[in-house]
């Protein structure tokens, strides 16, 4: 294995335990906000689709932690989560 290369242990059905979690769901804004479930998933669709039209990928009920900080908190970094 290459060096830096390590295997991260697998947390569930083929899927790597991230101890250095890069996006928030929906369930995370609304804590942070207090706001509701449905309305969190509202300002992810639209962070995603901003995000989507300048070029970059998406994860579908996801949104970057750095683009969402620099969204909500003028690019503070949240320790809340």
Do not use: V
């Amino acid at each position: 294995m290459a060096a830096g290369k390590e295997k991260l242990p697998l947390q569930g059905k083929g899927q790597h335990m991230n101890c250095n979690i890069q996006f928030y769901n929906a369930d995370d804004i609304s804590r942070m906000l207090g706001i509701s479930k449905s309305h969190s998933y509202r300002l992810i669709r639209e962070m995603s689709s901003q995000l989507k039209a300048k070029g970059y990928l998406t994860i579908s009920g996801k949104i970057s932690k750095t683009y969402f900080n620099e969204r909500i908190y003028g690019g503070i970094n949240n320790a809340g989560i």
